[in-house]
């Protein structure tokens, strides 16, 4: 056998087939996924280090592959090709920045809203009349506050720019009138004090989340905070709205802080099925919620009691609440986010436009002003859903509604 080997000099190995591998190349080409990748990378190397760590960092890609579910923020969910031709569309894309541009357009509207009571306050102190401070509840506000950091953090998870200046806005203009409040005395300044650490560790913690310079176990501890601060706040806020008809106790907060703890600790340590766990970690936003969603039943609970202050409500700030959810609807209904979707039409329904059916009943305002707040509103949702519709490439606005409570 050996006689028969002859010696060859070197050689090119070639097949008939084209092969997939082109270890022994020279001229090596890139696999036609990896372009997709190179805008990081050039863009890396004209930053500094910290901006190299922040886009190549895999908390990046974990945001931009995973798209935000109907009931979960969390929970990812496939994408097939005929929704990424959907998403590339021209349509697609303009409709998705003008709901951005809407939500943030929301700021508007909401700063008007808190500024006439921070100027009154500001006014009432320097005219030494602190007992006129006292009319503003500063357990309802402190409320209002836990409410907009638990949506500050789910809005920094999904990465809603606009809405995040929304929520941020909404955390400093009540802190601004906490602290008018503390300064009246109206607030107790131990009170005070651990609220202003909270607040501050709050924005601190959730704006170094949002680029990417947060530990994830921290993030982990942050979301427990908030999750067990609202189960304790929101049963307690919804039984204090019917003292004195039940009895003044904080019985139904200490019991959903033991049951929150609880929940969070069985969550933690992994002694729940993973629909639990998913179930425990969507509880702060649903929580935030639904503190938001309580406020005008407590509103209207106040009104059927006591006809005679409704007179008291300004029909500007009721219209200024209503336009100001209602900019948000459609990115909500875009995303197909339920919670925020129901956040922000109930407080449009029952809130705003609620409680000026309440205003026109008593004649406190015009037949006109209330007609054309309910037209304007209800023409609104109706070119929110018809134009979301028209997107999507859908027969029927069912159809969007039907994505957004069950999902794809």
């Not at 700021?107 to 503003?136: D, E, H, K, S």
């Not at 905070?225 to 003044?248: C, D, E, H, K, R």
């Not at 069985?266 to 002694?271: E, F, L, Q, V």
């Amino acid at each position: 056998m050996a006689g028969h080997l002859l010696p060859v000099g070197k050689a090119v190995l070639r097949s008939r087939q084209p092969s997939n591998y082109y270890i022994f190349n020279p001229n090596l080409q890139h696999p036609k996924s990896i372009p997709n990748l190179l805008p990081y990378k050039k863009r890396a190397k004209q930053n500094n280090t910290l901006n190299k760590l922040v886009l190549l960092s895999p908390l990046v890609f974990q945001y931009r592959l995973k798209p935000v579910s109907a009931l979960d923020s969390d929970a990812p969910r496939p994408i097939d090709q005929s929704s990424e031709d959907l998403k590339s569309s021209e349509s697609f894309k303009q409709w998705d920045s003008l709901t951005a541009k809407f939500a943030g357009a929301a700021n508007i509207p909401f700063l008007i809203l808190q500024l006439p009571q921070i100027i009154l306050n500001a006014r009432n102190l320097l005219a030494g009349n602190q007992a006129a401070l006292y009319a503003v509840p500063w357990l309802g506000m402190f409320t209002g506050l836990l409410g907009n950091l638990s949506l500050l953090s789910y809005f920094i998870k999904k990465r809603e720019a606009e809405v995040v200046v929304v929520q941020t806005l909404g955390v400093v203009t009540i802190y601004i009138v906490l602290s008018q409040l503390a300064m009246a005395g109206s607030m107790p300044l131990p009170h005070y004090a651990v609220t202003s650490v909270v607040i501050a560790c709050g924005l601190v913690v959730n704006f170094m989340k949002y680029y990417y310079l947060l530990n994830p176990i921290i993030w982990r501890y942050w979301e427990d905070f908030i999750t067990i601060a609202g189960l304790s706040a929101l049963p307690q806020v919804m039984w204090s709205t019917f003292i004195p008809y039940v009895p003044n106790t904080i019985l139904p907060g200490a019991v959903a802080f033991v049951l929150a703890i609880l929940a969070v600790v069985m969550s933690r340590t992994g002694k729940l099925p993973e629909k639990g766990i998913k179930f425990v970690g969507s509880l702060s936003g649903w929580t935030a919620t639904l503190l938001f969603m309580w406020m005008p039943v407590s509103q209207m609970w106040t009104n059927l009691l006591n006809p005679d202050n409704i007179k008291g409500l300004s029909a500007l700030s009721m219209l200024l609440a209503m336009i100001g959810n209602g900019l948000m609807i459609p990115r909500a209904l875009f995303t197909r986010d339920l919670m925020w979707f129901t956040g922000s039409t109930w407080a449009c329904i029952f809130y705003g436009w609620g409680n000026l059916v309440c205003l026109y009943c008593c004649k406190v305002i015009s037949r006109e002003f209330f007609l054309a707040s309910t037209v304007g509103f209800g023409a609104w949702l109706a070119f929110g859903f018809w134009r979301d519709t028209q997107v999507y490439g859908y027969n029927s606005p069912l159809q969007s509604l039907k994505e957004l409570i069950f999902g794809s």
